[in-house]
């Protein structure tokens, strides 16, 4: 089994900064991409921004210029640096794996969950 742990999330005012971290472990063959969604109350989960293993990305447009995503592919870790933080940032961000847990098993996996709060 692959199992995504996270951290970083918290509680920070408009126009700070925040990391979140995403470690992958398990059984995994090979990672083709990860990435970070977001859901706020009462509101659907939106693709935030992902990164493929060939390092490209792609960020949702609210967040361009903001945030960046990051991965470190020998610890099979993935960053999001989130600057210049909104309150409409507020929300629980989770982190996603698509990998191969075997040469012909692909899977997609997510983590818990952290809560990001940005106050006004």
């Known amino acids: 089994q692959v199992q995504l742990v996270e951290s970083g999330g918290g509680l920070v005012q408009a126009g700070g900064s925040l990391r979140l971290s995403c470690a992958a472990s398990?059984?995994?063959?090979?990672?083709?991409?990860m990435g970070w969604y977001r859901q706020a109350p009462g509101k659907q989960r939106e693709l935030v921004a992902t990164i493929t293993s060939a390092g490209s990305t792609n960020y949702v447009d609210s967040v361009k210029g903001r945030f960046t995503i990051s991965r470190d592919s020998a610890k099979n870790t993935v960053y999001l640096q989130m600057n210049s933080l909104k309150p409409d940032d507020t929300a629980v961000y989770y982190c996603?794996?698509?990998?191969?847990?075997?040469?012909?098993?692909?899977?997609?996996?997510w983590g818990q969950g952290t809560q990001v709060t940005v106050s006004s």
């Open positions: 996603n794996a698509d990998v191969y847990t075997v040469i012909a098993v692909r899977r997609d996996c």
């Open positions: 398990g059984i995994i063959f090979r990672v083709n991409a």
